[in-house]
């Protein structure tokens, strides 16, 4: 379920919430909402809010963690692939086919990150190595080094050719979001009982009903961020792939 869905949902759920505390308040006898029972109601209701706001920082920390722990991983992808052009400029023209692998490689991986990322049917499929990239590593494994110097550049190109590799598996098994339902359900039951207490108490005025519904909608708001926090690659926050696709000029 996309983050627009789920933050319209919680939307609605805190205005039933809203509603609901209207209509107990012209439904309850003046005796139910004396000061007695007011207090305990927005103590309980005090309560709510305050574990309300430790699950909402858990679930910011942990949304937050994951998209700057995928940024970090695609630089440090964009940076290996640019030391691998390197290494492999450095071995010569007998290089030149390999590197124009890398190229067309770096497109395709560029394109199946943000492709498997962005629907559901992607990320659920099983991981497979693209031909362009079985391809580059073939030709690099190919490559006959016939100095001492080239030799190690190869050994070089080999073992950050693993380091993509590794950093490619990391951006696939982190692309389903790390923000636990059972937490989000909880949180928006708890949100609307919040706004269910507000209603309750207050006289249903323009301007109260006026702000709840500001207050709902920016509620909803702050479920949508944390939401689309932890699909970098899609959605409001995605991550550009300008910088992995624009690393490597034309040869």
């Given at each position: 379920?996309?983050?627009?869905?789920?933050?319209?949902?919680?939307?609605?759920?805190?205005?039933?919430?809203?509603?609901?505390?209207?209509?107990?308040?012209?439904?309850?006898?003046?005796?139910?909402?004396?000061?007695?029972?007011?207090?305990?109601v927005?103590?309980?209701?005090?309560?709510?809010g305050?574990?309300?706001?430790?699950?909402?920082?858990?679930?910011?920390?942990?949304?937050?963690?994951?998209?700057?722990?995928?940024?970090?991983?695609?630089?440090?992808?964009?940076?290996?692939?640019i030391?691998?052009?390197?290494?492999?400029?450095?071995?010569?023209?007998e290089?030149?086919?390999?590197?124009?692998?890398?190229?067309?490689?770096?497109?395709?991986?560029?394109?199946?990150?943000?492709?498997?990322?962005?629907?559901?049917?992607?990320?659920?499929a099983?991981?497979?190595?693209?031909?362009?990239?079985e391809?580059?590593?073939?030709?690099?494994?190919?490559?006959?080094?016939?100095?001492?110097e080239?030799?190690?550049?190869?050994?070089?190109?080999t073992?950050?050719?693993?380091?993509?590799?590794?950093?490619?598996?990391?951006?696939?098994?982190?692309?389903?979001n790390?923000?636990?339902?059972?937490?989000?359900?909880?949180?928006?039951?708890?949100?609307?009982?919040?706004?269910?207490?507000?209603?309750?108490?207050a006289?249903?005025?323009?301007?109260?009903?006026?702000?709840?519904?500001?207050?709902?909608?920016s509620?909803?708001?702050?479920?949508l961020?944390?939401?689309?926090?932890?699909?970098?690659?899609?959605?409001?926050?995605?991550?550009?792939?300008?910088?992995?696709?624009?690393?490597?000029?034309?040869?």
């Open positions: 379920m996309s983050p627009i869905t789920l933050s319209v949902i919680a939307f609605v759920c805190i205005l039933t919430g809203t509603f609901v505390g209207m209509l107990l308040r012209s439904r309850l006898p003046d005796r139910y909402l004396g000061s007695d029972a007011k207090d305990v927005r103590l309980g209701a005090g309560l709510i305050t574990i309300a706001a430790l699950v909402l920082g858990l679930l910011i920390a942990s949304a937050k963690t994951s998209y700057d722990t995928q940024v970090s991983q695609l630089r440090q992808l964009t940076a290996d692939v030391l691998l052009d390197q290494l492999l400029a450095q071995y010569g023209p290089a030149a086919p390999v590197r124009n692998l890398l190229r067309g490689a770096v497109d395709t991986v560029a394109g199946r990150i943000w492709h498997e990322n962005g629907s559901a049917p992607a990320r659920n099983p991981f497979e190595a693209t031909a362009a990239g391809g580059f590593i073939v030709k690099l494994h190919q490559l006959s080094p016939q100095t001492d080239q030799r190690s550049l190869k050994n070089r190109a073992e950050v050719t693993a380091n993509i590799a590794r950093t490619r598996l990391l951006l696939y098994t982190q692309g389903d790390p923000i636990p339902m059972p937490f989000l359900i909880v949180l928006i039951f708890w949100i609307s009982i919040i706004f269910a207490n507000f209603s309750l108490f006289e249903p005025k323009p301007i109260v009903i006026g702000a709840l519904f500001v207050f709902a909608l509620a909803a708001a702050a479920i961020l944390v939401l689309e926090l932890g699909q970098p690659f899609s959605g409001l926050m995605q991550i550009s792939s300008i910088p992995l696709r624009s690393a490597l000029a034309p040869l």
